[in-house]
């Protein structure tokens, strides 16, 4: 017994928009499953959230006490600024411009040649 094509067309059809309506069903039903669930989904996240502001937190206070500079090396500081002020005022023009030729790596390598001399 054969089926004609009309026929087949038709059924397959029918059955293309009885699956299409079932998928609608489901997605509807899924929808709503996301949105019960959802709070309870909000409250996890929110204390996963909360430690990891502690541990940034606890981070911060742990990398903001400063170890006290010793006294040479604050001394290394003040000499290596003054070298830095001596070096500019000798490589650059009266408008600040560095001389033509001069970098700024030509300016650090004099500051540290003059904080060897002090």
Do not use: C, W, Y
């Not at 499953?33 to 606890?58: C, H, K, W, Y």
Request: positive net charge; hydrophobic residues 40%; aromatic residues 2%.
């Amino acid at each position: 017994m054969a089926i004609s094509d009309e026929v087949a067309t038709a059924i397959l059809a029918g059955f293309k928009q009885g699956v299409i309506a079932e998928a609608k069903r489901q997605s509807v039903m899924a929808g709503k499953e996301i949105v019960r669930e959802l709070p309870g989904a909000l409250l996890d996240t929110q204390s996963l959230v909360n430690q990891s502001l502690m541990f940034v937190e606890e981070t911060v206070t742990a990398a903001q006490s400063k170890k006290k500079r010793s006294r040479s090396a604050r001394a290394a500081d003040k000499k290596l600024s003054k070298a830095f002020k001596e070096a500019n005022s000798r490589l650059r023009l009266k408008s600040g411009a560095l001389r033509k030729g001069r970098t700024q790596a030509d300016v650090a390598k004099l500051a540290h040649k003059l904080r060897k001399k002090m």
